[in-house]
């Protein structure tokens, strides 16, 4: 079997399944967080920003740049075998959270559907594609799509932690619709999108060979840390 067809498949359809039985919840699940107290909507603004893809990808690209220059300028075999798979590593997430942003922007733009804000205007279900305003990009949530991605690939990393990871993601994917930036669908959406783009390019490395292998299965699965040192 073709896995990442495989695991493309049933990212797609939960992402449908869940996006039809949140949907017709929307405007009223986007109410009832008006209504939130204000300590529960303060809390959700400040851990929602932690969801934002500019961090993530300027951490990874200079975590990147640094493990390339040890790796280069190091004499020490040990040295640079160590910063060899810390380059691997920021490059899995670099490439991973870099392409969730590309599809969840090109999304964003094609779909156009109104944010939180117009509900009184626009009601739930408006779509206006190609805009190019932020008032018209709400789904599928970039917030949710930058902490799937990135959770997602922590998840991918130790299979171990997994729920932990899962759970901090479906956190920062609530704190959108509290802080009424986003609907439900909207962050279900996204979370799977971030996930897939976490799947396939674990699925990338592994045929490489870099941070990942592929399992009996086909699946990609993290190396032991002594397989890491092998990494090219």
Same mark, same amino acid.
């Given at each position: 079997? %073709?896995?990442?067809?495989?695991?493309?498949?049933?990212?797609?359809?939960?992402?449908?399944?869940?996006?039809?039985?949140?949907?017709?919840?929307? &405007?009223?699940?986007?109410?009832?967080?008006?209504?939130?107290?204000?300590?529960?909507?303060?809390?959700?603004?400040?851990?929602?920003?932690?969801?934002?893809?500019?961090?993530?990808?300027?951490?990874?690209?200079?975590?990147?740049?640094?493990?390339?220059?040890?790796?280069?300028?190091?004499?020490?075999?040990?040295?640079?075998?160590?910063?060899?798979?810390?380059? %691997?590593?920021?490059?899995?997430?670099?490439?991973?959270?870099?392409?969730?942003?590309?599809?969840?922007?090109?999304?964003?733009?094609?779909?156009?559907?109104?944010? &939180?804000?117009?509900?009184?205007?626009?009601?739930?279900?408006?779509?206006?594609?190609?805009?190019?305003?932020?008032?018209?990009?709400?789904?599928?949530?970039?917030?949710?799509?930058?902490?799937?991605?990135?959770?997602?690939?922590?998840?991918?990393?130790? &299979? $171990?932690?997994?729920?932990?990871?899962?759970?901090?993601?479906?956190?920062?994917?609530?704190?959108?619709?509290?802080?009424?930036?986003?609907?439900?669908?909207?962050?279900?959406?996204?979370?799977?999108?971030?996930?897939?783009?976490?799947?396939?390019?674990?699925?990338?490395?592994?045929?490489?060979?870099?941070?990942?292998?592929?399992?009996?299965?086909?699946?990609?699965?993290?190396?032991?840390?002594?397989?890491? $040192?092998?990494?090219?």
């Amino acid at each position: 079997m %073709n896995q990442p067809l495989a695991s493309t498949g049933w990212i797609l359809l939960t992402t449908g399944v869940l996006v039809v039985a949140l949907i017709p919840f929307d &405007p009223q699940v986007s109410e009832w967080a008006r209504a939130l107290p204000d300590e529960v909507v303060d809390f959700n603004r400040a851990i929602t920003d932690f969801g934002t893809f500019a961090w993530m990808i300027y951490a990874s690209a200079t975590l990147l740049l640094i493990a390339f220059v040890v790796q280069r300028a190091s004499g020490r075999a040990t040295v640079r075998q160590r910063a060899r798979t810390a380059r %691997n590593l920021s490059a899995y997430f670099l490439l991973t959270i870099g392409t969730a942003s590309v599809l969840v922007h090109g999304l964003k733009l094609v779909i156009g559907r109104a944010r &939180p804000d117009l509900l009184a205007e626009y009601g739930a279900y408006s779509l206006t594609p190609f805009t190019g305003d932020n008032l018209f990009e709400s789904f599928p949530s970039g917030h949710s799509t930058a902490a799937g991605a990135f959770f997602g690939a922590f998840a991918m990393l130790t &299979p $171990q932690l997994r729920p932990l990871f899962l759970i901090l993601a479906l956190m920062i994917g609530i704190s959108r619709v509290v802080v009424g930036a986003h609907y439900p669908s909207d962050v279900a959406a996204g979370l799977l999108l971030g996930l897939w783009a976490a799947m396939m390019m674990a699925f990338l490395f592994a045929r490489e060979g870099w941070v990942f292998r592929l399992d009996a299965a086909g699946w990609p699965a993290p190396k032991a840390a002594g397989r890491q $040192q092998e990494d090219k």
